[in-house]
């Protein structure tokens, strides 16, 4: 059995407060257009028309050559933390990047490949059967952008 995990609170309620990003830049505050814009705490589609945050985040505990860095979005508001065994509502794509890695924060290769959304939680339970890996990401196909983590229920 697997979860969906969300970046952690105490994480989105820093950013949502000002703090600066994985870059030392404070969040940049927008309004949301479209259907396209995820919040990676609660993972549900941020609606058209309210304020939301850019950001660059790291979702690795601290910096070496696996931690990639790069922009999310986030409520600007206080949202509650999403997450489950339930696939989110921000896997709303056809197919996301899927990643596992290591208890050391390392990419274990072999375990990356572009994955239909429906296929997503066999996948992901499929390598976290590995006991190499410790947990898996999951990034959007098209821009590589980080989404959520996977781990084991």
Same mark, same amino acid.
């Given at each position: 059995?697997?979860?969906?995990?969300?970046?952690?609170?105490?994480?989105?309620?820093? *950013?949502? $407060?000002?703090?600066?990003?994985?870059?030392?830049?404070?969040?940049?505050? !927008?309004?949301?257009?479209?259907?396209?814009?995820? +919040?990676? !705490? +609660?993972?549900?589609?941020?609606?058209?028309?309210?304020?939301?945050?850019?950001?660059? !985040?790291?979702? %690795?505990?601290?910096?070496?050559? *696996?931690?990639?860095?790069?922009?999310? %979005?986030? +409520?600007?508001?206080? +949202?509650?933390?999403?997450?489950?065994?339930?696939?989110?509502?921000?896997?709303?794509?056809?197919?996301?990047?899927?990643?596992? *890695?290591?208890?050391? &924060?390392?990419?274990? *290769?072999?375990?990356?490949?572009?994955?239909?959304?429906?296929?997503? $939680?066999?996948?992901?339970?499929?390598?976290?059967?590995?006991?190499?890996?410790?947990?898996? !990401?999951?990034?959007? $196909?098209?821009? &590589?952008?980080?989404?959520?983590?996977?781990?084991?229920?």
């Amino acid at each position: 059995m697997i979860r969906f995990t969300a970046i952690p609170t105490e994480t989105a309620r820093a *950013y949502q $407060a000002g703090s600066p990003d994985a870059n030392g830049q404070a969040p940049e505050r !927008h309004i949301a257009t479209g259907a396209g814009n995820p +919040c990676r !705490h +609660c993972l549900k589609m941020i609606a058209e028309g309210a304020e939301m945050l850019i950001l660059a !985040h790291r979702p %690795f505990p601290e910096p070496q050559p *696996y931690a990639e860095i790069g922009p999310i %979005f986030l +409520c600007a508001d206080a +949202c509650a933390a999403g997450g489950g065994t339930e696939t989110p509502a921000i896997l709303a794509s056809p197919n996301f990047i899927i990643r596992g *890695y290591s208890a050391e &924060n390392r990419i274990v *290769y072999g375990t990356g490949a572009v994955v239909p959304t429906n296929s997503i $939680a066999a996948e992901a339970a499929a390598r976290l059967n590995d006991p190499r890996i410790a947990y898996v !990401h999951i990034r959007s $196909a098209r821009n &590589n952008c980080y989404q959520l983590r996977i781990d084991r229920a």
